[in-house]
C-alpha cells in the first residue's frame, strides 16, 4: 500500500478527487475538466459509477480500480466494467508488485509539481479545483505537528473515517505516515454504525473529530450512564461528572485519582483505551460539549481551522491550552490578516464587551496556500486581493488578549429580511450551537418575512433531563424511553429552548431581529447522505430549506 501510494508521490502524477456525494453533473464536470483517465473506487460505488458512465459516456475514462482489499468486489459489477469497454485492475493485485525489478524510473517530483486537485464540494455551485503542490503538503504537515503542541510519533496511532477525498483526513494519513505511526480504516461505509466498534478495536492515541462525532461519543456514553440502575454505581457515576466538571471549572484540572479509576478508565476502555487527544475542525462547536469530552476522557481538545485551499489548517490552538476560546493562531508557515468587512461592521477596531477584539476576513499568505483553481482563472482572481493574499471567505476575531482567532461569520453567507435588515446566519449558528439542547441548527430568514427560524435538531440527553425538571416527563413513569418528537409541538418545550437560546443572545448582544421567533424541531440530522451537509460538514442551506419548507410557510 505504501509502494502504491508512494508511486504517485514518487512519479509526478497528480491525483483528482472525488466525493461519492457529489451528484452526476459534478462527477461528469470534474472528469471533463481534468480528462482523468483512471479512476480508483470502492465496491460500493461501482453500480453508481456504471449509472455516470451509461448517462455520460466519460470517454476520457480507460481504466478502473477496484479498492478490494477489505472489501471484496462482486463479480458481476467487474463483469459489467468490462463490458463497458474498461480496463479493470483490483487494488490487492497492483500492491504486490515484483521486488526483483531493479530498473525501474520515475519521472520524479518536484517541490512545484502538483500533488493533487482536491476538488472543494461545491455549497452553491459546481466544485473547484483547488492545486496543491507537494511544498503545499510538506509545508502543512511539518507546521501541524510542530504547532499544536502534541508530540506525534512512531506510538501514535489513529481511525481514519472520513471520506478519503477530504483535505482533513489526507492530511491526517499524511501527517501520522510522515511520523512512522499507524493508520485504521472504519470497517464499513455506513461509519455511524460501525465507528464506535473500530475505535475500540484500532485503538487510537489521538482522534481527528468533526463536532457531528463528537457529539455522537458523548451521547453514546450518556446513553449508557442513564442506563446504570440506582445505587451505589449510579451514585459514582453522578458524583464523578460532577466533581469532575468542579475541577476543571475551577483549576483546568482534567484528571481525577479516583474517579478516573473506578469510572471513567471504563469510557476509555471502550474507545480503546489509549486517547491522548481529539483534534475537531470544519463545524461551530459548543464549550458544553467541549467540556464533557474533555472530562469523560480526561484529555484535551486541539481546535483547528483551515480549507481545503490552505491544506486543511492553517490555526491550530495549543495541546496544552484548555480553554479552547478559540481555533489558536496561525502555524509557523503562514500568515495572517483580518480585512475590514464595514458592511457587516466587523473592523478592526470591533469590540466583544468592552475589550479590543479587531475582526474581519480571514485572509493568509504562505507556503501552504494553494496555486490556484484547475482551469479557473476568473475564480482564481477572485480568490486573491491586489496584494496576493488568499480571501478565505470567513469572517474571524482575535479574542480579547491576543488569544487566538475565533471564526464567527461568513462573508457572503447574509440576507436581508422584510425590515431591510441584514442577518448572518452562520454568526447566529454559532452562537446558537453553544445552548446544551442543541445538536445542530440551521438559520433561515427571507426579505418575505420580518423574522428569522431556527431548524434544530434536539440534543436528546439534555432536552428529556429538562423535560423531566419541568414535570413533562416522569421519572416513575418509562416516559423517558418515549420519542421526544411527541414534545415537538409543547407550549413549554418551545418556551424551554426559547428562553435559552434567548439567554445566548443577549449574553453576546445580538438584537432582537437575530432572536428566532419560530422554532422547528425534527429529528433527521443534517448529513453528507441527504444532502443537508457537504462532506466537508458545511451546511447546504438549499437543501435544508427545501427539505423543511412546509415548516418555513407555516412560520
Not at 459509477?49 to 462482486?74: A, H, R
Not at 469497454?85 to 504486490?96: C, K, Q
Not at 460532577?242 to 471502550?270: I, M, P, Q
Not at 413533562?472 to 426559547?498: G, M, N, P, Q, R
Request: hydrophobic fraction near 35%.
Amino acid at each position: 500500500m505504501g509502494y502504491y501510494r508512494s508511486s504517485f508521490q514518487l512519479n509526478s502524477i497528480t491525483t483528482v478527487t472525488f466525493y461519492a456525494t457529489l451528484g452526476d453533473e459534478a462527477f461528469n464536470y470534474i472528469c471533463d475538466l481534468t480528462e482523468v483517465n483512471t479512476i480508483a473506487i470502492s465496491p460500493e460505488n461501482i453500480s453508481i459509477f456504471l449509472k455516470y458512465k451509461e448517462k455520460y459516456d466519460l470517454n476520457n475514462v480507460k481504466s478502473v480500480i477496484i479498492f478490494d482489499y477489505t472489501l471484496k468486489s462482486d463479480k458481476t459489477n467487474v463483469e459489467l466494467l468490462e463490458k463497458a469497454g474498461l480496463n479493470v485492475y483490483s487494488f490487492s493485485d497492483l500492491i504486490h508488485y515484483d521486488t526483483s525489478i531493479s530498473d525501474i524510473k520515475y519521472n520524479t517530483s518536484k517541490p512545484e509539481t502538483i500533488f493533487t486537485v482536491c476538488f472543494t464540494s461545491g455549497t452553491t455551485a459546481m466544485p473547484k479545483g483547488v492545486k496543491l503542490n507537494q511544498v503545499n503538503l510538506i509545508s502543512e504537515i511539518s507546521g501541524l505537528c510542530s504547532g499544536c503542541g502534541y508530540n506525534f510519533g512512531s506510538d501514535d496511532s489513529t481511525i481514519c473515517y472520513l471520506p478519503l477525498a477530504h483535505i482533513m483526513e489526507r492530511v491526517n494519513t499524511l501527517m501520522i505516515l510522515y511520523r512512522g505511526g499507524k493508520i485504521g480504516f472504519v470497517s464499513s461505509a455506513d461509519v455511524k454504525s460501525s465507528m464506535l466498534k473500530d475505535i475500540e478495536l484500532i485503538k487510537p492515541t489521538y482522534l481527528v473529530a468533526v463536532p457531528r462525532i463528537l457529539n455522537t461519543i458523548r451521547q453514546n456514553v450518556f446513553d449508557t450512564f442513564s442506563k446504570i440502575e440506582g445505587g451505589c454505581k449510579k451514585s459514582m457515576v453522578e458524583n464523578g461528572l460532577k466533581k469532575k466538571r468542579e475541577n476543571f471549572r475551577n483549576n483546568k484540572e482534567l484528571k481525577h485519582g479516583w474517579y478516573d479509576s473506578t469510572v471513567f478508565s471504563k469510557v476509555r476502555a471502550k474507545f480503546g483505551g489509549r486517547i491522548k487527544t481529539f483534534i475537531t475542525g470544519s463545524a461551530p462547536i459548543s464549550q458544553e460539549l467541549l467540556e464533557d469530552i474533555k472530562i469523560l476522557f480526561s484529555c484535551p481538545v486541539i481546535e483547528a481551522y483551515g480549507l481545503t485551499e490552505v491544506c486543511g489548517g492553517s490555526n491550530s490552538s495549543h495541546y496544552d491550552d484548555l480553554s479552547n476560546t478559540s481555533c489558536g493562531s496561525v502555524i509557523s508557515v503562514v500568515r495572517m490578516k483580518l480585512a475590514e468587512v464595514p458592511e457587516l461592521n466587523y473592523r478592526s477596531n470591533s469590540m466583544l464587551g468592552s475589550e479590543l477584539s479587531p475582526a474581519g476576513q480571514v485572509c493568509l499568505q504562505g507556503s501552504i496556500v494553494f496555486k490556484g483553481y484547475f482551469r479557473n482563472i476568473e475564480a482564481t482572481k477572485e480568490a486573491f486581493d491586489e496584494d496576493g493574499w488568499f480571501k478565505t471567505g470567513d469572517v474571524g476575531r482575535i479574542m480579547p488578549g491576543d488569544k487566538g482567532l475565533k471564526i464567527i461569520d461568513r462573508v457572503k453567507e447574509i440576507f436581508k429580511l422584510s425590515q431591510g435588515e441584514y442577518i448572518a446566519p452562520s454568526k447566529l449558528e454559532s452562537v446558537y450551537s453553544r445552548s446544551k439542547y442543541v445538536a445542530q441548527i440551521c438559520i433561515y430568514g427571507s426579505s418575505l418575512k420580518d423574522f428569522i427560524i431556527a431548524i434544530i435538531i434536539p440534543n436528546k440527553v439534555n432536552c428529556i433531563n429538562a423535560l423531566k425538571k419541568i414535570n413533562k416527563i416522569h421519572v416513575d413513569t418509562k416516559d423517558e424511553d418515549a420519542k421526544l418528537e411527541s414534545y415537538y409541538d409543547d407550549s413549554d418545550f418551545h418556551k424551554l429552548i426559547k428562553t435559552d437560546l434567548d439567554d445566548l443572545a443577549k449574553e453576546t448582544n445580538l438584537n432582537s431581529l437575530e432572536k428566532p421567533r419560530k422554532l422547528v424541531f425534527t429529528n433527521n440530522e443534517f448529513s453528507v447522505n441527504n444532502g443537508c451537509l457537504t462532506p466537508t460538514m458545511k451546511l447546504v442551506r438549499k437543501k435544508v430549506e427545501a427539505q423543511y419548507e412546509e415548516e418555513i410557510k407555516k412560520g
